[in-house]
């Protein structure tokens, strides 16, 4: 049996725990990832261009429990690694890209909450992010001048507003700036209540431009309008800042699919589509889009993403790609489910991490694998609906009554009435909405 390598027992405790409610994981995703090399590929060239200045976007299409939020996990945790700052946000009825009740504006909050980098893998690093780079600033001031005092606090102001400055020509870029400076005045002060303030402001919190034209001097606040031109900022600030750039993952698109109402899901298409535009037109900067969503979300005419012209004609398939031949450099990524070879490398991997999680040897043999999958794949339906995710819940599911029951076996429990399998062969019309969040 390949061995996978020694696994924190932390990590082997959040990797089989998630992956048997159905979840993706935070951590560990590197010690089970097994296929979609190509996908990771193209993706990983997304992120490189993203490092030298330019822009991406792309659709990541799978059907539930394909590993569509698996993959959009593997490469935010490889982006933080490699210093990237990221933001991420699951779509629901309260939050979408545009709407009349603060919507987008939720979105974007929740975006900047989840805000995180390699320090802070966690989400809230925006506070972090600030005093980080304000630091930065002093030790470059230090290390080229030999002022003190007042003179210090002079020529630190200066870089600042100089970084600041690089900001203003951005659409709100003035006001973004003022907050930039406004933070780094609290600090120098030390202000908690100032610089409590100026976070609210850049987290979209403040209710009227009133309230922040009192408290912050800056008339202005983000809005349900505005929120993207704010990604933009933050992406540049970030970058001046010393990240390589930012990378924002939006998943759940079918809950604008389920949008009854024609007029609003159009608003959203529109939303969608100005970011398209301005990151293929080299309108934005050090700044790439991910959005997961399944194939009907997609590609349905009548409330899919497809039922916008606009977005139809420009993500539509050209004539020669086909499932086996992909563009891999096509703005949607169709997610094919993993093979039944790289299903038993996984299951292989899993069952290693089980072991070393509760310290014993496993007993399962290749061919009890090999059987195991075979009575997953020989299930009625399984061939047009089986998902990975269920074959992971079955498996965990598997051996931890091997393990609890040692004198059973798997031939045993497959044959019998014990072991209830996964769920399955529901199309993704017919998944109810509360269970969204159980994607793999």
């Known amino acids: 049996m390949n061995m996978t390598g020694q696994v924190p027992n932390r990590i082997a405790n959040i990797l089989i725990n998630a992956l048997k409610g159905g979840v993706v994981p935070r ?57 990237f700052a990221v933001v991420d946000a699951d779509l629901s009825p309260e ?108 987290r979209g919190e403040y209710p009227s431009r009133k309230e922040a034209k009192d408290e912050l001097g800056i008339n202005f606040i983000v809005t349900d309008e505005t929120w993207y031109d704010f990604l933009k900022l933050f992406a540049a600030f970030l970058t001046g800042a010393g990240y390589k750039g930012l990378l924002v993952i939006i998943d759940e698109l079918v809950n604008i699919f389920k949008i009854s109402n024609s007029i609003t899901r159009a608003n959203n298409y529109e939303k969608i589509l100005t970011i398209y535009n301005d990151v293929l037109q080299g309108k934005a900067s050090h700044i790439g889009f991910l959005m997961g969503g399944t194939p009907q979300c997609i590609e349905d005419k009548y409330k899919g993403v497809f039922s916008y012209e606009a977005l139809r004609s420009r993500l539509d398939e050209g004539h020669f790609a086909t499932a086996d031949t992909k563009d891999l450099s096509a703005p949607i990524i169709r997610l094919q489910m993993l093979s039944q070879e790289e299903m038993y490398i996984l299951i292989e991997k899993l069952l290693d991490i089980h072991g070393q999680l509760y310290r014993y040897t496993p007993a399962l043999t290749q061919e009890d694998l090999v059987y195991f999958l075979t009575v997953e794949y020989n299930r009625v339906g399984a061939e047009t609906h089986i998902t990975p995710r269920e074959i992971i819940r079955d498996f965990i599911e598997l051996i931890n009554i091997l393990h609890q029951n040692p004198q059973k076996s798997v031939a045993g429990i497959l044959g019998g009435n014990s072991f209830q399998m ?13 269970f969204q969040e159980f994607e793999v």
């Open 27 to 83: 951590v560990g995703l590197e010690y089970i990832t097994v296929g979609r090399t190509q996908e990771i590929s193209a993706l990983l060239h997304d992120i490189e261009m993203i490092e030298e200045g330019g822009a991406s976007f792309r659709f990541i299409v799978g059907k539930y429990g394909s590993g569509k939020s698996f993959l959009l996990q593997t490469i935010r945790n490889y982006a933080t690694a490699k210093g």
């Open 95 to 202: 939050r979408r890209f545009a709407g009349t009740k603060g919507q987008g504006l939720a979105t974007y909050k929740e975006l900047i909450q989840n805000l995180s980098t390699k320090s802070k893998p966690d989400g809230g690093a925006l506070p972090l992010i600030l005093e980080k780079w304000i630091s930065g600033i002093q030790a470059s001031v230090k290390a080229s001048s030999n002022a003190e005092g007042d003179e210090f606090d002079a020529l630190v102001e200066r870089q600042i507003y100089g970084v600041a400055g690089s900001l203003e020509g951005m659409v709100n870029g003035f006001e973004f700036a003022k907050a930039v400076v406004a933070y780094w005045k609290a600090y120098r002060q030390d202000d908690p209540a100032m610089k409590s303030n100026v976070l609210k402001w850049f």
């Open 422 to 434: 996964a769920k399955g062969g529901l199309p993704d019309e017919e998944i109810r909405s509360e």
